[in-house]
């Protein structure tokens, strides 16, 4: 299975506990904290989607003001309702617990859990080349968006799933090599962008990743066969001719 | 599903294709790198297993000398044969690309890729108190093995999977903290520990995990419930009597 892990950590500052049409108990969670980049602490809230029983059990146990740790992984929805189209990403939770001997500190909005974790660790293929610009003060930010797939054993098919990409600096500048299709294997956090609809006012929230390392991959095929050529019989190699120029 | 994860990147030194007994194929792969620690660079080498036709595929593909970049996850196996013991640490990969733009450097021994990943994320709990020593040079390193566990989707259950752990200076102080059953979320990298067997004077191997990050964690429960207790009612809170002392 593609790689894809979400590892989120901060004061518990949101639950809701809600059911499916058809009884799954869902548990929503915000987590905020901040964490150290540089010499800056960067604020993050990160909403999470729990399933299942286990999610309806801990709704009764989780503390507001608690600092926790979440693991899970980056789920795309996508539906279309009234002829409308929209779509999420979705942090589906796998593992929740209570932080031992967390740095919590109270600010002037609540409680935010020092030094926490956000990281997302996630392969999968570019959707499009990568664009590359610079700010006013020449500063280079690539945008690219990432597609992954995940099995969904209960459809018995694979699922895909988007991300939208930002990285600054050098590694924007790794973004240039890369184009439409590349492989990659990225590390990154969680950002969430919000802006407001010039039409209707209300706000709008996107999530994207802000990459923090890029190894490009490529993928394992046959070295020797080019396109054109019939493809290879077990055991029994075809030779390549060469045409003289 | 706890979280498992392994990240390992190396140049092709061994493929073995073989199969079992039910006819799946097995693949056999080590990957060598040397990794920057500090200033130093540390060689590490390891050893992969993939299963399935993709890795029937994979065998006629791999080239030596070329660097690959493998994910996977952690599985502990263990069996008793003639009334003897064993037990064994695999890395079992589930995705396997070529590097691009490997730095891949000529050496004494073969080729070997510089900068390369050896990357663990694991969650699971203690087995036993952390023993912490000091080296002869005051150094304190912490011993401790980790049980988790992961869900056997055939057996239709979960099986439990064993690890040690060794933590140097802060990471081993960090340990003190801990006990059996502590819950924790570990990053850190692969080590295998090479001895001499003293009666058979044979080679012996050990795979552990060189830790970089704990974070201590605690389950979930009911904070008002003590074991003896009645268990709750739901919607219905059972009120904790105070004796007088």
């Known amino acids: 299975m593609p790689t894809n892990l979400v ?3 901060g004061v518990l500052s949101k639950r809701e506990l809600r ?19 540089g010499e800056n602490h960067l604020f993050s809230r990160a909403d999470l989607t729990f399933y ?9 146990q989780l503390a507001d003001g608690q600092a926790y740790q979440a693991m ?44 926490a974790m956000n990281r997302v ?7 499009a080349d990568p664009e590359i610009r610079q700010t006013s003060l020449k500063t280079p930010v690539a945008r ?21 990409l930002e990285a600054w600096r050098d590694l924007a500048v790794q973004f240039a090599d890369l184009k439409k299709g590349s492989q990659v294997l990225l590390e990154g956090s969680l950002k969430t962008e919000v802006w407001e ?9 996107k999530r994207l990743l802000e990459v923090e390392r890029v190894t490009p991959l490529a993928r394992i095929r046959s070295a020797e066969r080019s396109p054109e050529e019939p493809p290879m019989v077990k055991g029994n190699k075809v030779k390549t001719k060469t045409k003289a120029a």
Chains 1, 2 share one sequence.
């Not at 299942?52 to 009764?60: F, R, S, T, V, Y």
């Open 52 to 60: 299942g029983k286990l999610a309806e059990h801990w709704a009764d």
């Open 7 to 9: 590892l989120i950590s």
């Open 197 to 205: 609809d010039k039409e209707s006012k209300a706000k709008r929230y």
């Open 19 to 37: 059911y499916t049409p058809k009884g799954t108990p869902v548990l929503e969670v915000s987590l905020i904290g901040k964490r150290a980049v």
């Open 121 to 127: 660790i996630l392969s999968g293929g570019l959707t």
């Open 144 to 164: 690219a968006s990432l597609g992954f797939s995940s099995w969904d054993a209960s459809a018995g098919q694979a699922r895909s799933h988007y991300i939208e």
């Open 72 to 115: 899970g992984r980056l789920v795309y929805e996508s539906w279309e309702a009234d002829g409308v189209k929209g779509s999420r990403l979705r942090i589906v939770g796998e593992e929740l617990f209570k932080l031992e001997n967390a740095d919590v500190r109270e600010e002037e909005k609540g409680p935010v859990l020092y030094g």
